[in-house]
């Protein structure tokens, strides 16, 4: 946090995007134009912040802030099964998220006596298709949905499910847990509503509940366009926060289109733009640039907080502190050694263990140098579990 820091004065009133507002509803998204930079209408009145509302996201930030939390996963399950094969199909190894998950399957693997074989679908969906169809052919023990809609290979699933091959999602679906449609044995993520709620929590929070603040998303894809609407819906909870622009930069065309829309805003907003939430850390390693180029601090303002996966170069620029404040990294070690414990539950018959990592903030206050974030206890809990 910056809690040393003054207020920020009061900003005028501002117009919330209607095409954002509505963002919602697939119609009028289609009416929208892709990628495109919106003005919002007033999201807040008055000029005196929010007291009560600042109060509790400093104690939801303070919460998340820690580092030394003890494991609160499961502590009980079936021993190892032996001799088993996973198969992780990647949405693309080049995403750190999908690459940091299949690292810790394959620590975990290790340790229970496994083997895994990771496929790259490149990123396409020809790739991801190809990928999912050779996986299935192996016949392992499990696949591994790493970091796609399985939706978007419904014939393989099938195929998968009439073979009797467990499939576990990592950032498959929206939410964590079970799934019947499409048939997941679990998906293992963190709660979006989760991450959503306290990355506006550390901007009220971190504001003094003053500020103005840029959210840039991707409203091509439902779950981000879900994320960056709950975050939008928290920040309206403080009348002193003002939303000035939301930002639709589908990821694709990130590296292209943030260093220009950063150059605009900055232009247009001037001092009045506090704060920055993404819906992804990536933006703002394209946003740097732009940033450095207009003479701007690294270390802000703008502040700017990713509300999404807390890859090894966001936590470089948080540790930097380098256009980037605060990151809300996945565990990504852990969640592979879940991953592992879930596909031993289902081979075992047993249901899924229903465990969700809590969130947490990164800064250069508590990352302690580190470059991702890496918990406590799980090893040595999952270890147990398995009589490893």
Same mark, same amino acid.
């Given at each position: 946090?910056?809690?040393?820091?003054?207020?920020?004065?009061?900003?005028?009133?501002?117009?919330?995007?209607?095409?954002?507002?509505?963002?919602?509803?697939?119609?009028?998204?289609?009416?929208?134009? /892709?990628? !495109?930079? *919106?003005?919002?209408?007033?999201?807040?009145?008055?000029?005196?912040?929010?007291?009560?509302?600042?109060?509790?996201?400093?104690?939801?930030?303070?919460?998340?802030?820690?580092?030394?939390?003890?494991?609160?996963?499961?502590?009980?399950?079936?021993?190892?099964?032996?001799?088993?094969?996973?198969?992780?199909?990647?949405?693309?190894?080049?995403?750190?998220?999908?690459?940091?998950?299949?690292?810790?399957? *394959?620590?975990?693997?290790?340790?229970?006596?496994? !083997?895994?074989?990771?496929?790259?679908?490149?990123?396409?969906?020809?790739?991801?298709?190809?990928?999912?169809?050779?996986?299935?052919?192996?016949?392992?023990?499990?696949?591994?949905?790493?970091?796609? =809609?399985?939706?978007?290979?419904?014939?393989?699933?099938?195929?998968?499910?009439?073979?009797?091959?467990?499939?576990?999602?990592?950032?498959?679906?929206?939410?964590?847990?079970? !799934?019947?449609?499409?048939?997941?044995?679990?998906?293992?993520?963190?709660?979006?509503?989760?991450?959503?709620?306290?990355?506006?929590?550390?901007?009220?929070?971190?504001?003094?509940?003053?500020?103005?603040?840029?959210?840039?998303?991707?409203?091509?894809?439902?779950?981000? *366009?879900?994320?960056?609407?709950?975050?939008?819906?928290?920040?309206?909870?403080? /009348?002193?926060?003002?939303?000035?622009?939301?930002?639709?930069?589908?990821?694709? =065309?990130?590296?292209?289109?943030?260093?220009?829309?950063?150059?605009?805003?900055?232009?247009?907003?001037?001092?009045?733009?506090?704060?920055?939430?993404?819906?992804? =850390?990536?933006?703002?390693?394209?946003?740097?640039?732009?940033? *450095?180029?207009?003479?701007?601090?690294?270390?802000?303002?703008?502040?700017?907080?990713?509300?999404?996966?807390?890859?090894? !170069?966001?936590?470089?620029?948080?540790?930097? /502190?380098? @256009?980037?404040?605060?990151?809300?990294?996945?565990?990504?070690?852990?969640?592979?050694?879940?991953?592992? =414990?879930?596909?031993?539950?289902?081979?075992?018959?047993?249901?899924?263990?229903?465990?969700?990592?809590?969130?947490?903030?990164?800064?250069?206050?508590?990352?302690?140098?580190?470059?991702?974030?890496?918990?406590?206890? @799980?090893?040595?809990?999952?270890?147990?579990?398995?009589?490893?």
């Amino acid at each position: 946090m910056h809690g040393n820091r003054s207020a920020i004065p009061g900003v005028p009133k501002v117009r919330l995007a209607i095409c954002a507002a509505l963002l919602a509803t697939a119609t009028v998204l289609a009416g929208c134009e /892709r990628g !495109s930079s *919106r003005d919002p209408v007033e999201s807040a009145t008055g000029p005196s912040g929010c007291p009560a509302v600042q109060a509790r996201a400093q104690a939801a930030v303070r919460q998340a802030e820690q580092t030394d939390v003890p494991w609160d996963g499961p502590t009980g399950g079936p021993r190892a099964v032996p001799g088993r094969t996973l198969v992780y199909v990647a949405q693309t190894m080049t995403n750190p998220g999908v690459a940091g998950a299949a690292q810790g399957v *394959r620590e975990a693997a290790r340790v229970i006596g496994w !083997s895994v074989r990771v496929i790259d679908g490149g990123g396409t969906p020809a790739g991801i298709q190809a990928a999912m169809s050779e996986a299935v052919a192996l016949r392992p023990s499990g696949i591994v949905i790493g970091g796609f =809609d399985p939706s978007s290979t419904s014939g393989q699933v099938a195929r998968a499910d009439e073979e009797g091959i467990p499939l576990v999602g990592w950032h498959a679906l929206a939410a964590p847990g079970p !799934s019947r449609r499409p048939e997941l044995f679990t998906n293992v993520t963190t709660r979006v509503q989760d991450v959503a709620g306290v990355s506006a929590r550390w901007i009220i929070s971190d504001s003094n509940g003053r500020a103005g603040v840029v959210l840039i998303t991707d409203a091509s894809i439902p779950f981000a *366009r879900n994320k960056s609407e709950l975050i939008r819906k928290e920040l309206a909870t403080c /009348r002193g926060v003002k939303l000035l622009a939301y930002e639709n930069i589908p990821i694709p =065309d990130a590296g292209s289109r943030t260093p220009r829309e950063i150059s605009s805003l900055l232009a247009r907003f001037g001092s009045r733009w506090t704060h920055s939430v993404a819906i992804n =850390d990536l933006y703002f390693a394209d946003a740097a640039p732009a940033f *450095r180029a207009a003479g701007e601090k690294g270390s802000g303002p703008p502040f700017n907080i990713g509300a999404g996966d807390g890859d090894p !170069s966001a936590f470089q620029r948080v540790n930097s /502190r380098q @256009y980037q404040a605060a990151t809300v990294p996945e565990p990504l070690s852990l969640q592979g050694w879940q991953i592992v =414990d879930e596909f031993n539950r289902a081979l075992s018959g047993r249901p899924a263990s229903g465990y969700v990592a809590p969130v947490h903030i990164a800064t250069a206050d508590n990352s302690g140098g580190a470059t991702t974030w890496d918990p406590s206890g @799980y090893r040595e809990a999952y270890r147990k579990i398995w009589g490893r």
